[in-house]
């Protein structure tokens, strides 16, 4: 069982900048692709970004494109998702999930989430 830690949630306005972090412990990190997902209420767990093992193939649902990024450092243990421009409908519980495999395919552990509430 792996279990991996989200940080970094909080409450801004529209238009600000967070980051969030994922801690992810175990000696299989560097070989499995991470992704993050987000799940506002009354709405489905929708995947946000995913990185593949060593973050050089990243992939981004169309409604964050060009305004978040997912990154990894290995040597951490840790992938972040960095937020800008961030928007009301950007506001969900946001959740970090490690693949079985060295591209994203699906998701086999999660974290239990952090909080981004984005106010207008």
């Known amino acids: 069982q792996v279990q991996l830690v989200e940080s970094g949630g909080g409450l801004v306005q529209t238009g600000d900048s967070l980051t969030l972090s994922c801690a992810a412990p175990?000696?299989?990190?560097?070989?499995?692709?991470m992704a993050w997902f987000r799940q506002a209420p009354g709405k489905e767990r929708e995947l946000v970004a995913s990185a593949n093992w060593n973050g050089a193939d990243t992939d981004y649902s169309d409604s964050v494109k060009g305004r978040f990024t997912i990154s990894r450092e290995n040597a951490k243990n840790t992938v972040y998702l960095q937020m800008t421009s961030l928007k009301p409908e950007d506001s969900a519980v946001y959740y970090c999930?490690?693949?079985?495999?060295?591209?994203?395919?699906?998701?086999?552990?999660w974290g239990r989430g952090t909080q981004v509430t984005v106010s207008s």
């Open positions: 999930a490690q693949g079985d495999s060295l591209t994203w395919r699906s998701p086999r552990y």
């Open positions: 175990g000696r299989t990190f560097g070989i499995r692709a």
